[in-house]
């Protein structure tokens, strides 16, 4: 700005409309430049999605999770091809942009020119009229070119401005976007749990649109006992552990809480009540002591409290032997400061010992009401599957608990047992009522029991 007005205080000195010419050949270069930042701000928006798939594409290539099957089913080529097209898409956008940007710019330093050589030539003429001393031409070309010069960096950086401001919206739909559930305005505290949970007339789907998941479940999960839900792939049972964590709320209907609606209680407080361990739980690429820790940060540094869950959920003796026992870290993809001298220390567990570890990340003691096993032992041998539920038990004993399994011979401990089907409760009762009742249940348990009596005596013959 200084040196604009510097240098075009010099121009008027010439005539004003030297400063005028000089000045208002900046107005078609904002113009330019600001329609141009406008078209790479939509440009970005717009190839938002063919960057995210590429992202996906990339992951897929480089994680060693999916490095089994990309290499036996060998579609590392063809998820390849699909990252580069994405990539050719993503590149040819900036090309449209750039080559836009290209012939603005071209159009803008023909025009710059074309006023620098005009006013060179007026005070070359004007020079030789004996109007102007040579020391006048020098002058006026370098406050000419000094002008422009600042006038070009003024532009670049008010529509650099300009553009960041556009893309900055993006940021602030996402900031103002608002919790996804609606947070009561004075949340009343989450008592002990005394009496039970109950959803009472339930139903839910993921989005307005998508099917029902749930269409009226009423369900009542008493303190103190442990509820069995079973149910077939895809049946919701998932999706009502999730509307107990209040990760969603129901569509229609309500869950309660003691008789209190869940959503009248800050959604934090309650989740601090409940412990989950879900089926698709996470293996965190950290030490096993902060895996098991994630379930309860306060135990980050209470060994005692990680090793009581780490031996219900059967995994203490696998941890304690780790090189570095419960401090090793469980990746082998970085690997830790303190182990730089040795960075074969990282450890990768087996699927039936990450599951147990996520156990252990559930069932760390604290102020819970409320322990939901989401299928805790899909990925467990026989032998440990049987010990982990006994050590359980004695866990649950007095706590609320909510158990999904397929497994129904390890349903059968619970106190009662409820079937989801077609999104409603379909049958419920003890195992022994409900096998004598004859429905889904008996059906299915009957056909487990068969399976194994039938293996045992193939064998055995
Ligand atoms: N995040 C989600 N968004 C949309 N639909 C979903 C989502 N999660 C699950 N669903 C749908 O909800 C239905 C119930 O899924 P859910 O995971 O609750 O089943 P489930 O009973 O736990 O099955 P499984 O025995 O296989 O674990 C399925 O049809 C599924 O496609
Ligand atoms: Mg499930």
Redesign the pocket.
Known sequence: MITVLGFAGTLLLLGPWVAVVVLSSAVPAMMAEVAVSRRRAAMVGRIGPAQRRELFFSSLLTNPDAAKEVRLFGVGRYLWRRMTTEIETINREHRRVDRRELAVQAALALLSAAVTGGLLLFAVRSAVRGELSVGDVVLVVAAVASVQTALAGLVTDTVSSYQALLLFRHYLIVVDAGPDLPLSPCPRPVPALRHGIELRDVWFR??DG??W?LRGVNLLIPAGLTTAVV??????????VKLLCRLYDPTRGAVLWDGVDVREFDPAQLRGRVRTVF?DALAYELTARENIAMGDLTALTDQARIEAAARTAGVHDVLNKLPRGYETLLTRIFFAESDQGDPETGMVLSGGQQQRLALARGLILGASDLLIL??PSSALDAEAEHDVHTRLRAARRGRTGVL?S?RLGVVREADSIVV?ADGVISERGSHDELIAEGGAYAALFELQAAGYRASTTEVLS
């Open positions: 993921y989005a998508q099917p998941v149910g077939l792939n895809g049946a919701g049972k998932s999706t009502l089926q989401d299928e999904i397929h989801l």
